[in-house]
């Protein structure tokens, strides 16, 4: 599968964004998708997975309350919806996919990534 990642930008802090992944190919609904972020002079983080129907969603703490995962199958797409952002979301946001069953926080669980898109809050 092939992820492309699109949707990031330059925003004000309180405001919002959604990122989109657009993944080829027709075995979408079998993936766990996954979204990532890595900061400057950080590790990739995880930020947020969904199951493969999207009945099960899974956040890091920080992001609990004002981002939203969700997945549309009839358009291959894996969205985040980001509200309230801060200057610390501030990262370079990567959606991955995964092949097994359950959704997890490891980059490990995940073996497709896209090229990311650039997420960027000013105070």
């Known amino acids: 599968v092939q992820l492309q990642a699109s949707g990031g930008g330059l925003v004000q802090a309180g405001g919002s964004l959604r990122l989109s992944c657009a993944a080829s190919g027709r075995t979408f609904s079998t993936y766990v998708m996954g979204w990532f972020r890595q900061a400057p002079g950080k590790e990739r983080e995880f930020v947020a997975a969904?199951?493969?129907?999207?009945?099960?969603?899974k956040y890091t703490d920080s992001v609990k309350g004002r981002f939203t995962i969700s997945r549309d199958r009839a358009k291959n797409t894996v969205y985040l919806q980001m509200n309230s952002l801060k200057p610390e979301d501030t990262a370079v946001y990567y959606c991955?996919?995964?092949?097994?069953?359950?959704?997890?926080?490891?980059?490990?669980?995940?073996?497709?990534w896209g090229q990311g898109t650039q997420v960027t809050v000013s105070s």
């Open positions: 991955a996919a995964g092949e097994g069953e359950s959704i997890g926080s490891s980059s490990g669980t995940y073996d497709y």
């Open positions: 969904i199951s493969r129907w999207g009945t099960t969603t």
